[in-house]
């Protein structure tokens, strides 16, 4: 199996494996539906985050107006009266105006807490660095977690214009946001390694060899980007290294220029009378009177 660092740009996504006779047409939607998984595991939990802090999303033509506002209006939030959390509610209001206030009780956050937790452990750049491969089925067991919990915690469910539920039911509308510009749509995906576009007509093996043993870094791109940045001959961390020790080797060279005088002359070791003193009897005589 060859294994695929991939990156976006100069910053590290995932491991995945697969095998050299592997179609790239096939890795290209493989990889790209990864990657756009994580994304939405990733907005799901900053949601939820949200969620458990100040409650469900107000209907659109509530948010951002004050309690007066609402009330002059005389708007009404039908869905906040039925999609109460379990346990009960306690109200921290939001200061952005986006969501209820009716908060769910310290248990019942935990247990969004937790679950998201261990949700972004699953999709997390450290699996890198663990050298733990990331599939479609864990990020998928992943967003199972964060659906269970929010049922646990909302059993009557969310609101259908709540982007939780939007994004679980993949009704999502990125459209004018950060957030739609780091997805990657599955047909314009690119796939690069050392300058070279992986073209989706061809194998894996093509490129790389026969050897499934092989590592390679490969980065995601959209369609018409163009070629990303070619990966640096060292690392980061190898380049603060060796900057280090130039720097250090700097510092030995200057101190033994500024040593480089007569100065050792005056030193005892550098004295050729010392011995003949000795013998004498005249060693460390002072003339100073005491």
């Not at 959209?222 to 980061?236: D, K, L, N, V």
Request: aromatic share 6%.
């Amino acid at each position: 199996m060859v294994l695929l660092h991939v990156k976006r740009g100069d910053e590290s996504q995932f491991l995945l494996q697969a095998p050299g006779s592997t179609e790239l047409e096939e890795l290209t939607v493989q990889v790209a539906q990864v990657y756009n998984a994580r994304l939405k595991v990733q907005r799901i939990c900053s949601e939820m985050e949200e969620l458990a802090e100040h409650g469900i999303f107000l209907p659109p033509n509530m948010q951002g107006l004050t309690d007066d506002q609402i009330e002059e209006l005389k708007l009404k939030d039908e869905w906040g009266e039925r999609c109460v959390p379990s346990g009960g509610s306690v109200f921290k209001k939001d200061d952005i105006g986006r969501r209820n206030g009716q908060a769910p009780n310290e248990k019942m956050k935990q247990v969004l807490k937790k679950t998201i937790e261990e949700a972004k452990a699953i999709i997390s750049k450290k699996q890198v660095e663990a050298n733990i491969c990331v599939t479609m089925e864990m990020v998928k067991d992943a967003l199972d977690q964060l659906r269970g919990a929010v049922m646990i915690v909302y059993p009557m469910g969310l609101p259908p214009y709540d982007p939780i539920r939007m994004e679980f039911e993949n009704k999502e509308d990125l459209s004018g946001t950060q957030a739609g510009l780091s997805v990657i749509k599955e047909s314009e995906a690119q796939l690069w390694w050392a300058a070279k576009e992986l073209r989706r007509t061809k194998k894996l093996s093509d490129y790389v060899g026969k050897n499934e043993k092989t590592k390679i870094i490969v980065k995601i791109q959209q369609r018409g980007q163009g070629a990303p940045a070619r990966e640096p001959i060292i690392s980061s961390e190898e380049q603060k290294q060796l900057m280090l020790y130039y720097h250090r080797r700097q510092e030995e060279l200057k101190k033994l220029e500024e040593n480089d005088d007569d100065s050792c002359l005056n030193s005892p070791w550098a004295d050729n009378t010392a011995l003949k003193r000795h013998f004498h009897g005249v060693k460390d005589i002072k003339w100073r009177p005491r």
